[in-house]
């Protein structure tokens, strides 16, 4: 049986030991910097409160990192250094460099890391990724994205979130989803352009930008993203318009989480494909998909260890052309 292990009981950690308990993997331990929540949840769950990672590790196959992204990197290299396989939030870390030492340290010692991009596994994202990938659509030229929110922990200035140096912003955070979204439907990105409002404005209490994302493909991808809505507001939008037809999430549409598929050559047709969050919460199908990967049921990740580091560089590119108001390569960002 696979024995896992969980680092941080934030809002994803929680998320992250309900998705387990859905799986046959046994629930070993937990390690958090809040203990009572640590406590209540094996009071729950099963499992064990332990000090550190590393009393954690002797106990378990694989380790599930969702602690704050600043400690994502020395938390890999720990765990790999022990033999255990990896499951780390994203952002996967905030540099190029930090993404490639945990990259190696897993190559070296064998072990898998698994990088949770939960948004691939959302029904309409994925179901749009199954539309792309059968042609239905032909090539794809636009890809639009939007996800917009109030900034996390709003009424804690204290918070992570807060500090640059640790979350590295709303780009690195949140708009990451969509860079990687971009990327799996599209393929790679070659540069990246954007422009965002913290970066013109200092005092702004949020952020919001929009970044254009060349792809090698020549895709064009147009990514809207920010943190400057009043709470409990949250909006998510998916176009991918291609060669011979289109597909539509739109907020607000009669089908919350369908995708419309209007093709070219029946262009005065609309047909409705509505997926319920009924079915099983994107988490718990994550969580089911890694295990499976983990134990070999399933030998091809839907997410890879070089997905998050490439979402990282997208991410880093488009701070860096917010900041300078210029186009950025991807090879550029090597550090």
Known sequence: MLRVGIIGMGFMGITHIQAWAQTPASLVGIVSADRAQAEKA????????YDSLADLLPHVDVIDICTPTYLHREMVLQAAAAGKHIVCEKP?????????????????????????????????YALAKAIVDRGEIGRVGVVRLTRASFKPASKNPQSWFHDLSKSGGMMM??????FDYARWIAGDVETV???????????????????ILRHTSGALSHVEGGWAYPAPMFRTALEVAGSEGLIEHPTGSSVPLGIHLRQTQTSDA??????????????VTQIRHFYDVLTG??????VTAEDGAEAVRIALAAIESAR??????????QS
């Open 193 to 211: 352009f954007a422009r965002n409002i913290a970066s013109r404005f200092a005092d702004v209490p949020g952020d919001h930008a929009f970044a």
């Open 297 to 302: 049921a399933n030998t091809t990740p839907r």
């Open 42 to 49: 094996v009071a729950q769950y099963g499992g064990t409160v």
């Open 270 to 283: 609309e047909i409705a494909v509505p997926s319920s969050p009924l079915a099983e919460n994107p988490y």
């Open 173 to 178: 955070d949140l708009m990451i989803h969509d």
């Open 92 to 124: 996967l870390a905030l540099s190029v460099q930090d993404t490639q030492v945990m990259l190696d340290a897993c190559q070296k010692a064998g072990v898998m890391l698994l990088v949770a991009h939960v948004v691939r596994f959302f029904p309409e």
């Open 324 to 333: 300078t108001g210029r186009p950025v390569a991807i090879q550029e960002m």
